[in-house]
């Protein structure tokens, strides 16, 4: 039988190397809200909470409710799975593109397509120069 007095970890049975507390948490939120580009307060406020809100879960203080970290995500415009999901090389935008990549037809889909491809190997030759 489990120890049930042990810290409880969704975490330590999967493939993810990384172990969540409040201050791993706090420190990802961090990062993720510098990256947006929203101050802490401005971010806290823009949520509907006090200007403090934030910077109590980044310090590792607090967690926030599940509404709150629904919201959060909301407000990166990152889908949840992506906030603990980091540096396996895919962009937390990436899964706004299936919602508009669905209301897309196959001639649509095909010339956005073409553009990624066009851009991309703009973006590599640029890397050679």
Wanted: a negative charge.
């Amino acid at each position: 039988m489990k120890n049930y007095t042990e810290r409880f970890d969704i975490y330590s049975e999967t493939n993810c190397m990384f172990r969540w507390d409040k201050n791993s948490f706090g420190l990802r939120l961090a990062t993720l809200r510098e990256e947006y580009g929203s101050s802490a307060r401005k971010m806290s406020l823009d949520l509907g909470q006090n200007k403090n809100y934030i910077n109590s879960i980044e310090s590792g203080k607090n967690f926030p409710t599940m509404e709150g970290f629904l919201n959060i995500c909301d407000y990166l415009h990152m889908e949840p799975h992506h906030f603990f999901h980091h540096g396996q090389g895919q962009n937390h935008y990436f899964s706004y593109f299936e919602d508009i990549l669905n209301g897309l037809n196959d001639t649509q889909i095909n010339l956005l397509y073409q553009l990624a491809v066009n851009l991309a190997s703009t973006s590599d030759s640029k890397k050679l120069l």
